[in-house]
């Protein structure tokens, strides 16, 4: 009889043991499931090296590799000895906005220039306003701040003779110049324009 009564007892203990492992399996939660890796980064988009493209002829501009010119006679005005945009200067700037919205990829450096006359720190100070006011200008014309440089360069590139009325006026110049990261140009260069040998095929 009292083997039995032993045999019962662990039996029951048995079945009691498993109940509670099997309580114990179903309340634990199950182990998390492995995070998905992290997505690989976009490829950066490729820099166009291809000159700006436009869908209509430019009336102020002349596009060109690295550089918007201004075309012969064209130029961003100011108010006299001030950074203060004239009017006559909108279209003008509103054609670079254009060709700016038209290639979404390029960065332009909007560079200031002077004439010689005066204070030198003056007009190193001067330039960097204008050019300042013309980035200004873009950025209200929807060409978003990361896309637009400004610099002032003052009067130490001169195109022109400064010795002359006519010179000083062409060395008191804004110059869009194109950013390129596999071909930077220095900042404040003398951009000459490119010219075309018709000649050769």
Do not use: W
Request: aromatic content about 2%.
């Amino acid at each position: 009889m009292r083997q039995v009564f032993v045999a019962l007892l662990c039996m029951g203990l048995t079945a009691g043991c498993h109940s509670k492992l099997e309580l114990q399996a179903s309340t634990t939660p199950p182990p998390p499931a492995p995070a998905d890796p992290a997505p690989a980064p976009a490829p950066a988009a490729e820099e166009p090296e291809a000159p700006p493209v436009v869908k209509s002829e430019m009336k102020s501009l002349d596009i060109q590799g690295d550089v918007i010119r201004l075309k012969p006679g064209i130029k961003i005005l100011f108010a006299t000895d001030s950074d203060k945009l004239l009017g006559e200067s909108f279209p003008v700037l509103d054609e670079v906005a254009s060709v700016m919205s038209q290639n979404e990829k390029i960065h332009i450096r909007v560079e200031g220039h002077t004439d010689n006359s005066g204070n030198k720190d003056h007009n190193q100070d001067l330039s960097a306003r204008r050019a300042a006011a013309v980035k200004t200008y873009l950025i209200s014309r929807n060409i978003t701040v990361d896309r637009l440089d400004s610099l002032g360069c003052g009067p130490g590139t001169p195109i022109a003779d400064n010795s002359t009325e006519d010179g000083r006026t062409q060395n008191r110049r804004v110059e869009f110049v194109i950013i390129r990261h596999r071909h930077p140009r220095g900042q404040c260069e003398l951009y000459k324009p490119h010219h075309h040998d018709d000649s050769k095929p």
